[in-house]
Every structure is written in C-alpha cells, then in structure tokens.
C-alpha cells in the first residue's frame, strides 16, 4: 500500500468517525437542527450535513481502493527488462495441472536445507506450448490431433520431433512433458539459462516472453547459491 492510499483510509476513518457523531446528535434531538459537543462547537448535524459526510466517505474509500498499487505481471514489454526485479508474484498464480518450480541444495535432502524453497512461479502447459513453437515448430499440436489417429502415435512422433530439438536445445528439449519431474544440477542450470537468454533474442509473442521470463527468474535464483532447480508434476 502507498503513502497516498494510507492516507485517504486514514480520512475515510475519520470521516466515519465524524459521520457517525452527527448521526448520533440528530437522532438524541429527534431529528432538526443540533449542535453535537457545543462547548467545541464544531459539529452541527442536519440530514443535509449528514448526506454530505457519507457521500464525501464513499468517494474517499473509491479512491483510496484506486490509489493502490496494482500487482504487475510480466506481460511482453510492459515492465522494462533492465528494471524489472522479478518479484514473486508478478508471474500471476498456479493451478492444477503445472510444473512447480523449487530449488534444492540436495534433491535427495529437499526441505532439510536453509536454502530449499518454492519459488511461487510454475509452467503450464501454455508456457511449454509456446516454448515449443521456437525450438521445434514443425511438431503437431494437440489442436491438430484428429480422433482417428493413433493418440499414442501422435505422442511418440512429437517427442522424436522434440528430441531433434533437443540437440539445439539440450536443457530446453528434456522439458516435454507436463506429467514428469525434471531436475537440472547447478551447471545445467546456467546452460538452461543461457539457451532461455538465446531464445529472448528472437521476436517472440506475448505467451513466449512470460514462459521464458518465468525460467529465467527460476535460473537467476538458482545460480545465486548454487543450488539445483527442479520441476514437480502438480
């Protein structure tokens, strides 16, 4: 919450505060003209005034709610590369169905060192989608798959075309399914890093650009205190 909105709930308070005392004076005197703590003499209560201070209260409140800073998501060039911190929840939330992203000093040991964390950030099959549509864009998409093929088939086929990408791509390419755990040690997570800054490079859309910030951040966090980043099926 910013200065600016701290400050108008703080008069929203107030104004509550001093709505509810003209409210109380009128309704002692039973309606009319009356001046509520005379020896102040500073609050007179009529149902104009009354009005008046709980119009002001609810302008106030809207303003205030419009005054706090919104959370950003990193969507294509909204937030400056050179700027952006990688806060944790700029990537929006998970769900069902994603890769977790974790880091481990041991894989074996997750959990026991001070070090072993969440990352609050996944991949989801859109993030891999649009991964994919760089590496190996001559794979068939699950929108193209007709109910009369071999479903199986259709897999296999994809993933020899992913492994062909992988030569390329050797840390992007083992990432090729959303129902398997992957573990990257702390060297193949600089050269996983590398290859995500070496696709940045191209002309991406909007869907590519969030997937590869996503595993950038991941990397960036990892490479600080050598740790290993892995990728749990949710």
Not at 41 to 68: K, R
Not at 84 to 100: H, M
Not at 104 to 117: E, I, V, Y
Request: charged share 20%; aromatic share 8%; net charge negative.
């Amino acid at each position: 919450m910013n200065i600016i909105s701290s400050v108008l709930i703080l008069v929203a308070i107030v104004l509550s505060f001093v709505t509810l005392l003209t409210l109380i004076g009128w309704l002692r005197v039973g309606g009319g003209v009356s001046v509520l703590l005379p020896g102040l003499g500073l609050i007179v209560s009529t149902p104009a005034l009354i009005v008046l201070l709980l119009i002001l209260n609810i302008v106030v409140v809207i303003v205030a709610a419009i005054a706090q800073p919104r959370k950003e998501y990193v969507i294509g060039g909204t937030i400056s590369e050179q700027t952006l911190e990688y806060p944790n929840d700029i990537f929006g939330g998970c769900g069902n169905g994603v890769l977790d992203l974790s880091l481990a000093k041991d894989p074996k040991t997750w959990g026991q060192n001070f070090n072993d964390r969440h990352l609050k950030a996944c991949i989801n099959d859109a993030d891999l989608e649009s991964i994919y549509d760089i590496i190996a864009p001559n794979r068939m998409k699950y929108t193209d798959y007709k109910q009369s093929e071999d479903y199986q088939k259709f897999v296999e086929n994809n993933k020899k075309i992913l492994e062909q990408a992988a030569i390329e791509y050797p840390m992007l390419g083992r990432i090729n399914d959303m129902y398997e755990d992957y573990i990257f040690n702390p060297e193949e997570v600089k050269k996983l890093r590398e290859e995500c800054l070496t696709l940045k490079s191209f002309d991406l859309n909007l869907s590519a650009d969030l997937a590869l910030r996503k595993l950038i951040y991941a990397c960036d966090e990892a490479v600080k205190d050598n740790l290993y980043l892995m990728f749990s099926s949710d």
